[in-house]
């Protein structure tokens, strides 16, 4: 029995070699296509420069969309696109009625030309939020949710400044991801009433926390098979799963992660995906509070960040956008 038991732990074993060795060939292969252009543009991303905006987000008391700092954030980070010199820079203002009271919210939108009308969004909430969701006054650093993703933009909007670009860019912060999406439900009825022509979005939702996703990404498509929440419209499936392709194949190429496909699931993409647009995310996958103690803590602090995991999944998502633009 022992002996059966050893040969089966030997074929186990030489199996999962044999896969190593061919993920290990295909990485290979990817990586002698390197497109220069692109390279050259991940070579500008600055680790120091993503770490010292994740940092200053995270320094303010809350971000909670009922407190007196989120519009101090926003303001902040209206004026860091500004500093790098978009002058059509603005915010998307909306009131939303949260717990019986009306609070006057903001988005924030940063417009980059491109030569078409073509439009590729960048997305990610700026909010954050304690386990109880009223709770606006106790401190909510929320450095990977959503810092992360915010100065992964930041940057990335830094590097594309002087980049001439066949699409459109937009680089779009929303409020009230953590009260159910109210920033981009009222952002994304937006671009349907104003008939922009939305081509892919790209959604950055809690990307510095790999410690439950060790040395992989989560590259979030929509095939989720659950069609009533999050799934609503199916038409817009395929492009997706190739627009996700795109992205797994610069994980390949441009860094040392490993791509796992994953099913768009409850962040701001939803309010686009239901109004039939194609949308992708990132993810560290790390939204697990029961494995996870610092989701939706005091202690989901800037020393928790992997910046070296960060940067990676910055150049991912840049190189996305430089292949999209491509097409």
């Not at 050893?6 to 030489?14: A, M, P």
């Not at 220069?36 to 200053?56: C, D, F, R």
């Not at 009131?95 to 009306?102: A, F």
């Not at 939108?109 to 006054?137: E, L, Q, V, W």
Request: with cysteine; charged share 30%.
């Amino acid at each position: 029995m022992c002996k059966n038991v050893d040969n089966s732990l030997k074929i186990e074993k030489n199996v999962f070699d044999t896969k190593l060795v061919a993920l290990e060939m295909m990485t290979s292969d990817i990586k002698k296509n390197l497109d220069e252009e692109i390279s050259l543009e991940l070579n500008k991303i600055s680790l120091e420069n993503i770490k010292a905006k994740l940092i200053k987000l995270s320094s303010y008391h809350t971000r909670h969309t009922k407190s007196e700092y989120i519009n101090e954030a926003a303001d902040w980070l209206k004026s860091e696109f500004e500093r790098i010199g978009y002058e059509n820079t603005f915010f998307h203002a909306f009131t939303e009625r949260i717990d019986d009271s009306e609070f006057k919210l903001k988005n924030i939108i940063c417009n980059k030309n491109g030569n078409n009308r073509k439009c590729i969004i960048i997305c990610a909430h700026y909010d954050s939020r304690m386990k109880c969701k009223p709770d606006h006054t106790t401190r909510a650093p929320g450095a990977n949710d959503n810092a992360s993703g915010v100065s992964a933009i930041l940057e990335i909007a830094r590097v594309l400044y002087d980049k001439k670009l066949e699409c459109d860019l937009q680089f779009v912060l929303f409020s009230g991801e953590e009260q159910n999406f109210l920033g981009s439900e009222q952002y994304a009825k937006l671009i349907r009433e104003k008939n922009i022509s939305l081509y892919r979005l790209i959604n950055l939702d809690m990307i510095g926390y790999p410690q439950l996703n060790p040395g992989k990404i989560i590259i979030e498509t929509d095939n989720n098979p659950n069609y009533e929440e999050h799934n609503r419209v199916l038409c817009n499936d395929k492009e997706s799963i190739e627009c996700g392709k795109t992205m797994i194949i610069n994980t390949y190429k441009y860094t040392n992660l490993i791509p796992e496909e994953r099913s768009i699931y409850d962040s701001d993409y939803e309010a686009f995906e239901k109004r039939g647009y194609v949308v992708i995310g990132a993810y560290d996958g790390s939204a697990e509070p029961e494995r996870n103690p610092h989701y939706h803590s005091i202690t989901d602090t800037p020393d928790k960040i992997d910046w070296n995991y960060l940067t990676s999944v910055t150049k991912i998502v840049l190189a996305t956008i430089l292949s999209i633009n491509k097409e």
